[in-house]
């Protein structure tokens, strides 16, 4: 293994999934939900896969139809205005999106500034790009983990080629506020940087959170790519569809990476997201409201259980501070949690830089079933 990448190991999702299966616990560590998503959506894949449509190499940035549906979503909802042929790439899941824009848009040396606690890929991706990550740390306050936009300033130097964003935010919860998108915007266009956003959880968001994609603030869509993934959107996490929206140029970027690490994405899955990308807006509204009730049922069970508790403003992720149980090492405290309660879960350690700064955090995924999420609090309430 070379250097860029020795420092990172197995991914923590791998790990934790294993350790899951070999203890036989309720998996609240990866991120993926237990129920599948709509069944006309799972039809429409097997139509594509029976009609043929598909089945040999798609085009290069995407079969048209999801192109367009792409277009239309980010209309639909944000009004932004995207053209299916020059400014939409369809990628190998929103993972892949992440890997060919910092291979696009990183030069050796470049700084690239990510929010911490970062999603696991961000640091790698930058380091096989050849960038220096620079985490600004998100701290607890008032109940959220917020954003210090002096630090953020601060944290850019002439080096800095990208912020990498991400809201809804893995794994606190935030939802950034248009005051905040809006300092960063005015940062970006004054230090002249590019945005990559990742907004795979812009449908999950909670209590009149409003998710604002960054490149609908005035100057922004110039300067931004954003990412999203049918993954989070439709419960479809295997089928690995994501996707880029950005000017031609940056699509073009983007596209010249992506072109040599997949060359092209799954072809019958890319027709069924098309049609995802149109159910009615009943479909997410559904979607929230069941996470919204699964949301409260875990928040309120780790109450009950001990924990410290930041009730998430988005995604389906909540994080937890363990010090209210006495415990202060997040890592030990996920190893030892199938043994002590059949119960698995993410150390948010993992996602610092600053790994004193994560430690006394865990993260529980609450995309599961009712009555596991129920079976899961019991346990965590009888934790030995
Ligand atoms: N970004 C974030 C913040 C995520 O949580 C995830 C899913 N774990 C991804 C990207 C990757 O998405 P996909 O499964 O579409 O590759
Ligand atoms: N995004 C999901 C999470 O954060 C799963 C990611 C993965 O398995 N790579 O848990």
Wanted: charged fraction near 25%; proline fraction near 6%.
């Amino acid at each position: 293994l070379n250097r860029r990448l020795a420092e990172f190991g197995t991914t923590i999702f791998a790990e934790m999934s294993a350790l899951a299966a070999r203890t036989g616990s309720i998996n609240l560590g990866q991120g993926f939900p237990d129920t599948d998503g709509p069944e006309e959506i799972r039809e429409a894949a097997v139509r594509a896969l029976r009609d043929g449509r598909g089945n040999q190499y798609p085009p290069g940035p995407g079969v048209p139809e999801l192109r367009t549906a792409i277009a239309e979503h980010q209309r639909r909802f944000y009004g932004l205005e995207y053209d299916p042929d020059r400014e939409v790439l369809v990628t190998a899941g929103a993972t892949e999106a992440i890997a060919a824009a910092l291979l696009a848009l990183v030069e050796p040396g470049d700084e690239v500034i990510a929010l911490e606690p970062y999603y696991d890929s961000y640091a790698a991706c930058v380091a096989m790009a050849g960038g220096t990550r620079v985490p600004v740390t998100l701290r607890p306050h008032d109940g959220a983990f917020a954003l210090d936009l002096d630090e953020l300033r601060a944290a850019v130097t002439d080096r800095t080629r990208l912020i990498l964003l991400n809201t809804p935010h893995n794994p606190t919860g935030t939802v950034l506020t248009r005051a905040e998108l809006t300092a960063i915007a005015e940062l970006a266009q004054e230090r002249d940087l590019l945005v990559v956003t990742d907004e795979v959880y812009e449908h999950l968001v909670f209590d009149g959170a409003e998710h604002i994609p960054l490149a609908s603030l005035p100057g922004m869509r110039e300067r931004t790519v954003t990412i999203g993934s049918a993954g989070k959107t439709y419960s479809f996490t295997g089928w690995k569809v994501g996707w880029i929206t950005a000017t031609p140029e940056l699509t073009a970027a983007v596209r010249s990476a992506k072109q040599f690490l997949t060359y092209v994405s799954s072809g019958p899955f890319q027709y069924a997201v098309a049609e995802a990308l149109r159910l009615p807006d009943t479909y997410v509204e559904g979607l929230r409201a069941e996470l919204l009730a699964k949301r409260d049922l875990l928040s309120e069970g780790l109450t009950a259980a001990g924990f410290g508790v930041h009730r998430p403003a988005g995604t389906y992720f909540v994080t937890t501070d363990i010090r209210p149980l006495g415990e202060t090492d997040g890592f030990a405290f996920c190893r030892a949690l199938p043994e002590r309660a059949g119960v698995v879960a993410i150390p948010n350690a993992v996602f610092y830089d600053h790994r004193e700064e994560g430690a006394p955090f865990v993260r529980f995924a609450f995309c599961k079933k009712t009555e596991v999420l129920q079976e899961a609090v019991d346990r965590l309430k009888r934790m030995s």
